[in-house]
């Protein structure tokens, strides 16, 4: 617990952006204007601390904006916070407000800055979980997940129709560069044959089989889900072997890119960032410092920072025969 009570706050949003911070930023103004805290809105994350691109907020700077993608703070990735002298800039930035305590939303890269920097200079750091990958450890949902999930889910549904219509086998790429969860939860909702994630080791012998006997049966209409980071190199490369071992299949692929980032937050993420927005002033009130806010089992729960790093999840055995027999 930290000794001195917090009086001027200031929010950030850090790394990779998601649906969903907009909603966690204005949590974060209204609850720390409730407690009479002075609150500021920090532009382009530890750029716009170095830069001193720092504006005062109010209730009304964050009306109207629960309901939209992205972030009115802007978000970046700033080479020179990794260095002492641009966290001293930083720092003597925030000083010169007063401010002394900081929310960041981001992920685990935005937490390992956060508690580089509050080491060096006794401000504390609450982080707040926000990205579309949901692979942060102390957290069950991290922000920007259930809407990217979502989007996937839609587009996929789309692709399907087509696909059906024309007897193709789709390739369609999510995102995901270390986590499977946005191909795994939207592959099984979508009925996909086959779910291509990092955590796993592809077989892709094992996936050629499986199509062949697929097409013997007469079930022409597939859809196989891969995470960008699936270890056999992405949607382009599993269908470029596709092709050249099995060359009668028609096969397309899609590639559904950044509209998985971007879009109007789901009600899920904008009630668990409003939650956890709340909580993280709420921690810095009780003297909390370098720590996450997340959800656990449905209830807040705190990490200290340096634990909430990118979990690599073991996806269970149990998952994958699920894909398999509803695939089938
Ligand atoms: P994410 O938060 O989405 O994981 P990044 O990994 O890009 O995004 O991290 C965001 C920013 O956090 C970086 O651009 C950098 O400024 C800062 N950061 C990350 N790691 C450190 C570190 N070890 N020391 C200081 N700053 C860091």
């Known amino acids: 617990m930290h000794s001195k009570k917090v009086t001027k706050i200031g929010v950030l949003t850090s790394g990779g952006d998601s649906p969903g911070m907009n909603a966690c ?110 692979d942060i450890a102390g957290s069950d949902f991290t922000i920007g997940f259930d809407t990217a999930v979502n989007t996937a889910v839609q587009a996929i549904d789309k692709i399907r129709d087509t696909a059906d219509a024309h007897d193709r086998l789709f390739i369609i790429e999510v995102m995901g560069r270390d986590a499977g969860y946005i191909a795994l939860h939207s592959g099984i909702s979508t009925g996909a044959e086959h779910i291509l994630i990092p ?25 196989v889900v891969v995470a960008e980071g699936d270890d056999f190199g992405g949607g382009n490369e599993v269908s470029r072997i596709i092709k050249e071992r099995l060359p009668n299949v028609d096969i397309r692929v899609a590639i559904l890119g950044h509209i998985q980032r971007g879009g109007s937050p789901t009600c899920l993420d904008r009630v668990l960032a409003s939650r956890m927005g709340y909580s993280a002033v709420e921690a810095l009130i009780e003297g909390r410092h370098n720590v996450m806010v997340g959800i656990v089992n449905n209830r807040m729960h705190y990490t200290p920072l340096d634990k909430a790093v990118k979990a690599t999840q073991k996806i269970s055995e149990e998952w994958m025969k699920i894909v398999k027999i509803l695939a089938s």
């Open 199 to 223: 955590e796993r080791r592809t077989d892709i012998e094992a996936l050629l089989r499986s199509l062949q006997e697929k097409e013997k049966r007469q079930k022409l209409v597939n859809l």
């Open 25 to 134: 930023i204005r949590a974060v103004v209204r609850t720390g204007l409730y407690h009479k805290l002075e609150v500021f809105g920090i532009v382009r994350g530890y750029s716009g601390m170095i830069d001193d691109d720092i504006q005062s907020m109010n209730s009304r700077s964050v009306a109207n904006i629960i309901q939209r993608g992205g972030t009115i703070l802007k978000t970046a990735r700033s080479k020179e916070f990794l260095t002492h002298e641009g966290r001293r800039k930083a720092y003597d930035n925030l000083k010169k407000r007063g401010i002394d305590g900081l929310v960041i939303i981001g992920g685990d890269g935005s937490f390992r800055g956060a508690q580089v920097f509050s080491n060096e200079f006794d401000i504390p750091c609450i982080g707040v979980p926000g990205t579309i990958d949901k």
